[in-house]
């Protein structure tokens, strides 16, 4: 079977290289794809952007593409699905109207309030002054002000204050017309974890639990970006927990079905467990998580060609995994996810040892000759994996620390993994 898996960062990696392992699977094709992919002989295109339909109706049919796997959110808001399925084009996503959970969370917080579903109090405004007369007539508070469309998960912005909240409001604007709708949501304090979901209509099945890192700087603080690493399985679950996660799964899949939007693929759910163990939603998205994909992912023992044709005959499988502890660190280019122009064609010392030494996931990196260069803001995925925390975490930041950019132009966080670590530390100390 060829595979063609749309996406160009660490997730779409982490999917193509799962799908190599399946004995069905004779070549693996990636738009864009990135550089990196083509040391595991998948086959990229770099020049064809992920929304743009036709070019890749037309690969699918010159290349005989027996499935393509949308794994990227502009792919589903431009509604590829829709076009791959009639044209009779095996296809693993959902439809456009349906991936409306992700690209317009003012809709996916009204469809939350109307299942009654945990989620945090919300106000949504498309004037900017609207939004600040809002804030002005509030008690001092904290919020989080969010775009309503898709923003490289940059588009949520936490204020701790009126004037933070102000400022926020004046920000929407550079998203574009993802900001030209936004909202003011109650700020929920607790401790965020991913879960994801393989799903067809009101058939579901939960693949397994991350915690990602999102922003920018140690200690979580700094603006919002992609992901700055992701641990898996967080030690925070628990049966009361997976049970609550598994009701909002529940409600989320049938909810949807009755509006006539029957969900088709992987649902991710992202969420906050708050000081008294109650789950709420910070958000859907309507595909792998980045990175949470590349954590979760190599846990899969199940053949997941086999996996995915059976979640599309609604015959999804159990899931089996094994028992390893997985870390990844991203690491990006300073100034991201701000300006980082000024580190774009650098190049990546250290690289060649470092694949030759650690699993890795490539994103906004390229091949020029015989360096690895800068591409983008975030570049590569380090992978540490072992027995718990400690283990996973030492082998991703001992490999990472033999690689720079220069003019130290390379970023990322050293504590990645840290409530585990915290965890790990605590249950040693009782013993």
Known sequence: MK??????????????KKYLESKKTTEVLAIPGNDLMTLDKIRIFPDIKTTDIPKILQICKKEK??????????????????????????????????????????????????????????????????????????????????????????????????????????????????????????????????????????????????????????????????GMGCSSPPKIMSKNIEDQIYTIFKKTTTGLV????????????GGIIDGNGKVWIIEFNARWGDPEAQVILPAIKNDYYNVVTQTLSKAIPIIRKDKKYRLVVTAASKGYPGDYSKVDGRVIHGFENLIKKAKVFGAGI??????????????????????????????????????????????????????????????????
């Open 366 to 431: 390229k091949k020029s000759g015989n360096n690895w260069q800068v591409a983008g803001g975030r570049l590569f995925y380090v992978l540490g994996e072992g027995t718990n925390v400690a283990q996973a975490r030492k082998i991703a930041y001992n490999a990472l620390s033999h690689v720079s950019v220069r003019g130290n132009n390379l970023h990322f966080r050293k504590d990645i993994g840290y409530r585990d670590m915290s965890r790990l530390h605590n249950a040693r100390s009782k013993t």
């Open 65 to 226: 593409v027996d499935l393509v796997d949308v794994a990227q959110d502009d792919a589903i808001a431009a509604g590829l699905v829709d076009t791959l399925r009639k044209s009779h084009i095996k296809v693993f996503g959902p439809k456009k109207e349906t991936g409306k959970i992700e690209w317009d969370k003012s809709w996916s917080r009204n469809f939350m309030r109307q299942l009654k579903l945990p989620a945090p109090s919300y106000n949504i405004f498309n004037l900017q002054q609207s939004g600040i007369d809002y804030i002005n007539s509030q008690p001092n508070n904290k919020w989080y002000v969010k775009a309503s469309g898709l923003a490289a998960g940059k588009g949520a912005i936490f204020a701790k204050n009126k004037k933070d909240a102000v400022r926020a409001i004046k920000e929407m604007s550079k998203f574009g017309n993802a900001g030209s709708k936004y909202l003011i949501e109650q700020c929920l304090e607790g401790e965020e974890f991913s879960a994801f979901a393989l799903v067809n209509a009101e058939k579901f099945q939960i693949v397994g639990y991350a915690q990602d890192h999102k922003k920018a700087l140690d200690g979580d603080i700094g603006p919002n970006t992609g």
């Open 3 to 16: 595979i063609l898996v749309i996406d160009g960062g660490g997730r779409g990696h982490a999917l193509a």
């Open 258 to 269: 009755k509006l006539k939007r029957p969900y088709t693929g992987i649902l991710y759910l």
